[in-house]
């Protein structure tokens, strides 16, 4: 088996304003770190309208389309910017989640990474916000659910900032597990432990400012991977963002390379107990260009160990 690599030129249409730390930069140099990787390439299709429907209503995706412009950009709120290529780079985005999930659940790959932009997790039900416009790994998690039919999916967090739009659009979803490490305090402001869904189906682990990947092994170790093993998903989505690295401009936690290989890992060996491996693996923040592509690149390595 091998793992799959998707992603479309069209995610290096969505253009923000000079300064922006979500830029096109970010998925050319993740791209470059992983070209020298034997990966199975798959071209990113555009989501299908009722794709996005499974967790955005119809008037969330008029208000979208009526909001992109024919030039310049759109901002949506205080960081949030449409530009005439945004709409289309995140219905590659979502597509390549669904077409990941394809991909894994058919036996086609052992798993699979989506490098596309914008990011996901910040999207709500009906707000796009944080960067995100469309819910990628809770879409990934609906299309298991409800096309495939398994009766288990767990979604898994590391980006730095809360995945409020994650865990917006599977609380009240029984049949999803949402796990998140996240720095606190930090935008979105969400993610308190004593937030666990309306099945007891989430789990936030806070981590203070400063602490480094001994706090983050502790943390997963400790809580959750127990609850995924009791849980025993059929299907692991990671929302991968990359900005808990101690170079990233935007938050204040001081992992390493090394840390993010090491939760890969260990995510890869649960999966491998509980879903003969089945993982699909979602781009979200980093924003320091090198520790973003050295550490995207130390996941995606991860990911092709546990698929051979």
Not at 109 to 115: I, L, S
Not at 131 to 148: M, P, Q, R, V
Not at 172 to 181: G, H, M, V, Y
Not at 259 to 285: H, K, N, P, Y
């Amino acid at each position: 088996m091998t793992t799959a690599l998707l992603t479309h030129a069209d995610c290096l249409n969505h253009v923000t304003p000079d300064g922006h730390p979500e830029r096109v930069a970010r998925l050319e140099h993740l791209l470059h770190a992983l070209e020298p990787l034997n990966l199975k390439r798959v071209t990113a299709p555009m989501a299908a309208e009722d794709d996005i429907l499974r967790i955005h209503p119809e008037s969330y995706l008029r208000d979208l389309r009526d909001t992109v412009p024919v030039s310049g950009f759109a901002q949506i709120d205080g960081d949030t910017f449409l530009s005439p290529g945004s709409l289309d780079a995140a219905f590659r985005g979502a597509g390549a989640v669904v077409r990941a999930v394809d991909l894994v659940l058919g036996g086609e790959v052992g798993n699979a990474f989506c490098a596309t932009r914008p990011p996901g997790h910040h999207a709500e039900e009906s707000t796009a916000m944080g960067f995100c416009l469309f819910g990628n790994a809770a879409l990934g998690a609906k299309h298991a659910l409800d096309h495939h039919g398994l009766s288990r999916v767990a979604v898994v967090d590391f980006d730095v900032h809360h995945g409020n739009g994650t865990q917006d659009l599977l609380w009240d979803e029984r049949r999803a597990l949402f796990i998140s490490s996240h720095q606190m305090p930090l935008w979105p402001g969400s993610g308190r432990a004593d937030e666990t869904g309306a099945h007891d189906n989430v789990l936030n682990m806070p981590l203070a400012p400063m602490t480094g990947g001994s706090e983050m092994s502790a943390a997963w170790e400790g809580q959750a991977m127990p609850r995924l093993r009791a849980f025993k998903p059929e299907l692991i989505i990671i929302s991968a963002g990359f900005d808990a690295h101690l170079d990233d401009p935007l938050a204040n936690l001081e992992w390493l390379e090394e840390d993010f290989a090491w939760l890969t890992a260990q995510l890869c060996a649960v999966a491998a107990e509980v879903c003969d491996g089945r993982i699909v693996s979602t781009l979200e923040g980093g924003y320091d260009l090198n520790a973003l592509a050295a550490s995207g690149k130390a996941h995606v390595e991860e990911l092709m160990k546990a698929a051979q």
